[in-house]
């Protein structure tokens, strides 16, 4: 059974910085990964992607504010998150492409 278990959501005000963690137990092995969101009303949206090679692409809105990082050993995924704004708000979700799994989602609230 393949599974993805996010950490690491929480309050946070504007400007403030928080980290998830994406954890696969059954491994990721050389797949792609990637961190999603979904914000109340609004369909899923991709903010970064990873690959084994750690190669990374990002979202136009991340601007430089996020980080995704892996380490393949420990089937563990990142995303820091600097400079957090309140349209920053959502529910967070790891991916693995293949096989395709989703996470249970974390979610992220930015606000005062």
């Known amino acids: 059974h393949v599974q993805l278990v996010e950490s690491g959501g929480g309050l946070v005000q504007p400007g403030g910085s928080l980290r998830l963690s994406c954890v696969a137990p059954g491994g990721i092995g050389t797949s792609d990964m990637a961190w999603y969101r979904q914000a109340p009303g609004k369909e899923r949206e991709f903010v970064a992607t990873i690959d084994y090679n750690l190669k990374t692409n990002y979202a136009q809105f991340v601007k430089g504010r996020f980080t995704i990082s892996r380490v393949n050993a420990q089937n563990t995924i990142d995303l820091q998150m600097n400079s957090l704004q309140p349209e920053d708000t959502a529910v967070y979700y790891c991916?693995?492409?293949?096989?395709?799994?989703w996470g249970q989602g974390t979610q992220v609230t930015v606000s005062s």
């Open positions: 991916h693995q492409f293949l096989p395709p799994v």
